[in-house]
């Protein structure tokens, strides 16, 4: 029922920035709960970051805290994740994810559709 097509990955140094972007096709993306996560070699599937229907609510993982900002688009169904300041263990494949619920959720259990991914790697 839904795509998600993740964009924006690449190499950068440490301390650099980057935005990902994912966009969505689906009648009923506006109402989605979006939320990006990570994963690193060898890592656990992380989550990062969160944002609600209308943008209100934009939860963030701890490390990623006043360093990233989540936002969305939903004229242009996409969703957005820029990333400053950026750290060498930011190195992961970076996911948007889509929850048809209207409660936002830090699990990725909760979320039920995924984009490819996009690698992020960050070096120093």
């Known amino acids: 029922q839904v795509q998600l097509v993740e964009s924006g990955g690449g190499l950068v140094q440490a301390g650099g920035s980057l935005r990902l972007s994912c966009t969505a096709s689906?009648?009923?993306?506006?109402?989605?709960?979006m939320g990006w996560f990570r994963q690193a070699p060898g890592k656990e599937r992380e989550f990062v970051a969160a944002i609600s229907w209308s943008g209100r609510f934009t939860p963030y993982a701890p490390s990623v805290k006043g360093r990233f900002t989540v936002s969305r688009d939903n004229a242009k169904n996409t969703t957005y994740l820029q990333m400053n300041s950026l750290k060498p263990e930011d190195t992961a494949v970076y996911y948007c994810?889509?929850?048809?619920?209207?409660?936002?959720?830090?699990?990725?259990?909760?979320?039920?559709?995924w984009g490819q991914g996009t690698q992020v790697t960050v070096s120093s």
């Open positions: 689906g009648r009923t993306f506006s109402t989605y709960v």
């Open positions: 994810a889509a929850d048809t619920s209207s409660i936002v959720q830090t699990t990725e259990g909760y979320y039920d559709y």
